[in-house]
T-cell receptor
Framework: EAQVTQNPRYLITVTGKKLTVTCSQNMNHEYMSWYRQDPGLGLRQIYYSMNVEVTDKGDVPEGYKVSRKEKRNFPLILESPSPNQTSLYFC?????????????FGPGTRLTVL | AQKITQTQPGMFVQEKEAVTLDCTYDTSDPSYGLFWYKQPSSGEMIFLIYQGSYDQQNATEGRYSLNFQKARKSANLVISASQLGDSAMYFCAMREEGYQKVTFGTGTKLQVIP
């Protein structure tokens, strides 16, 4: 089944404790992206990747890191989480970054930073 | 400047009636794609419909149609014959060909009344 998977689905952590949210897709997509969703703000892009070893900042990259060492995986790293990073996070992928490409979304990760 | 604007935070519609969700956008890129996604209370993001900037006809997918008015830079989603299962958040999004980021609106919460 073609899908984007994220782990964990739910995470409660404390300020400053490094964490990684994994994202994996099995569709051989080149483009992958991370979003955060906050009430009243919609989805905002954190980072995206056009292909292996090619990543770039979205609109809200502060406090996050990403890497793309393999085509299928695009982990999101929070080196020192803070309460303002409490949010719902989505990973998404698409065949390329073309304007006509629909994105396929993972199920979301709900992160709470205390 | 906001690239995607959804001015209706919440809407109500009677079951079996049609409803229009508004979306306006701003871009100078001649090549772009406009997307609508549905997010039910369970949280997943579901792709509904796509409209390309060069498409001559409005997109349709079952009960969903996109009222694309290029000169007005609007891409409104029309849901015909609303069903209770249509109650959800709806997001408009844009991908620009020469700009690899993806921009989402703040969403509209639609509630279908029996």
């Amino acid at each position: 089944e073609a899908q984007v998977t994220q782990n964990p689905r739910y995470l409660i952590t404390v300020t400053g404790k490094k964490l990684t949210v994994t994202c994996s897709q099995n569709m051989n997509h080149e483009y992958m992206s991370w979003y955060r969703q906050d009430p009243g703000l919609g989805l905002r892009q954190i980072y995206y990747s056009m292909n292996v070893e090619v990543t770039d900042k979205g609109d809200v990259p502060e406090g996050y890191k990403v890497s793309r060492k393999e085509k299928r995986n695009f982990p999101l790293i929070l080196e020192s989480p803070s309460p303002n990073q409490t949010s719902l996070y989505f990973c998404a992928s698409s065949p390329q970054g073309a304007a006509y490409n629909e994105q396929f979304f993972g199920p979301g990760t709900r992160l709470t930073v205390l | 400047a906001q690239k995607i604007t959804q001015t209706q935070p919440g809407m109500f519609v009677q079951e079996k009636e049609a409803v229009t969700l508004d979306c306006t956008y701003d871009t100078s890129d001649p090549s772009y794609g406009l997307f609508w996604y549905k997010q039910p209370s369970s949280g997943e993001m579901i792709f509904l419909i796509y409209q390309g900037s060069y498409d001559q006809q409005n997109a349709t997918e079952g009960r969903y149609s996109l009222n694309f008015q290029k000169a007005r830079k609007s891409a409104n989603l029309v849901i015909s014959a609303s069903q209770l299962g249509d109650s959800a958040m709806y997001f408009c999004a844009m991908r620009e060909e020469g700009y690899q980021k993806v921009t989402f609106g703040t969403g509209t919460k639609l509630q279908v009344i029996p």
